[in-house]
């Protein structure tokens, strides 16, 4: 069968896709991935056929656009919210999850996400790919919904592959169910109406199915999965982390126990820089009897006086190549981290911020026995990150508790072992069409 893979123009995200797509093709499959401009090297550098849609996302651009897009969708509320309030898709306090956050919360992302990631031109292009191509079944990101109209434009089978916590589906069923207590004059629903207008475009209508999916495909172990009721089948995370040669350093053990410090790749490369401080973490790690190596590049050393003698700072090293030998990660929450840091049970330092699904991953990280992070009230200082650091180096429960998940990871289909799962569901849903 054919299959197209829909992600939007950022590595993170992509990375996610590339297990999957490469087991697809190894059963004899064909596989093309699309994407915006932005991404076309990351795609043909994992051996992947690519093809560009729509124009370029222009990550750094794009963040100030977003922030555009908030203001101007906040003066649609009679109450807007604060800023950090108007795309809180992780909110989960009963007390704040009323109709009219619920409200503004989909017009807010409607306007400044949804719409923004599936321009019009990137999902004519699409429809025209589709329309061409023809293929069986139509992958996408959670955050590119203009996958699910093409999709539909040409009749595929689709599922949305998560990159994260799955908020869209929670906080959707949410809105629904606020929705249906409505008299139906009152409904206001801002991302059905954009995704009935632009199907309408190619011919097709608004069905839930183009929110969320025929199905999702899901990499987050059933232990720190947020429940829903959409359908979906679970897949194990296999680590890409792009191209990469391993330095002759990584080739021997360390000498004493090893930390990773790593800022991920979303906040360089999407959010427009770190929402922690590098010259703060530093010393915070400088001080441990511990090897730490610190994935950093030359704009983020640039803030730092003086790189810790304990700290051996490199640009890049695949987190699949380096963990096995670490005893920890400090990290920011980002879903690609964490989750190698699941496939090979090490205990995690979760520095969070308000960035989609990072709070309540680090809360359920935390839960789980196999990590900790610091507590909300007022900035982390260097001293409570050594003191969490050094807990978790010293406390057995927590390389015990990441070993168990890190089964619960193994436990779940690999990617070559789901690919029998997504013939038998594309066929189901093709004759059921």
Not at 265 to 287: I, T
Not at 417 to 422: D, Q, S
């Amino acid at each position: 069968m054919r299959v197209l893979f829909v992600t939007l123009a950022a590595r993170p995200h992509f990375y996610v896709q590339v297990p999957l797509a490469w087991a697809l093709r190894a059963a004899g499959h064909e596989v093309r991935v699309a994407s915006q401009p932005d991404l076309l090297d990351a795609i043909t550098a994992a051996g992947l056929p690519a093809t560009p849609v729509g124009p370029p996302l222009a990550q750094d651009e794009s963040v100030e656009e977003l922030r555009r897009r908030q203001e101007k969708a906040a003066e649609r509320l009679t109450e807007p919210p604060d800023a950090q309030e108007l795309m809180r898709m992780a909110e989960d306090r009963p007390e704040r999850l009323t109709p009219d956050f619920l409200d503004g919360l989909f017009t807010v992302m409607t306007s400044a996400i949804f719409q923004n990631f599936a321009a019009e031109e990137t999902v004519d292009d699409l429809v025209a790919l589709t329309r061409r191509w023809r293929p069986d079944l139509v992958v996408w990101d959670t955050l590119m919904m203009g996958g699910s109209i093409a999709a539909q434009a040409c009749g595929a089978a689709h599922a949305r592959l998560l990159y994260g916590l799955d908020l869209v589906g929670t906080m959707r069923e949410r809105h629904l169910v606020s929705l249906a207590a409505r008299p139906e004059e009152l409904r206001e629903d801002p991302l059905a109406e954009w995704l009935e207008w632009t199907a309408a475009r190619y011919g097709g209508g608004f069905s839930e199915d183009l929110v969320t999916g025929q199905w999702t495909v899901d990499p987050t172990p059933a232990s720190l999965r947020p429940p829903t009721e959409l359908p979906w089948v679970p897949v194990r995370h296999v680590p890409y982390n792009g191209r990469a040669v391993l330095p002759e350093w990584l080739r021997e053990p360390p000498a004493r126990r090893r930390v990773c410090l790593t800022l991920g790749l979303s906040f360089r490369e999407v959010m427009g820089g770190d929402q922690a401080s590098v010259p703060a973490l530093l010393e915070a790690l400088g001080e441990l009897d511990a090897e730490v190596v610190a994935t950093l590049d030359g704009g983020q050393l640039a803030k730092v006086g003086r790189v810790p003698d304990n700290v051996r700072a490199v640009d890049f090293v695949p987190l699949d190549a380096l963990l096995p030998s670490c005893s920890a990660i400090v990290h920011q929450g980002g879903f690609g981290t964490s989750q190698n840091a699941l496939v090979h049970g090490v205990p995690q330092v979760v520095v969070p911020n308000d960035l989609w699904d990072i709070h309540p991953r680090a809360e359920l990280i935390e839960r789980s026995g196999a990590g900790v992070r610091p507590s909300e009230a007022g900035p982390l200082t260097p001293e409570e990150l050594r003191e969490l650091v050094t807990r978790v180096l010293d406390e057995p429960s927590f390389a015990r508790n990441a070993a168990r998940l890190r089964e619960e990871v193994r436990a779940m289909p690999t990617p070559a072992e789901l690919v029998p799962v997504l013939e038998e569901l594309t066929a189901r849903h093709r004759s059921a069409g």
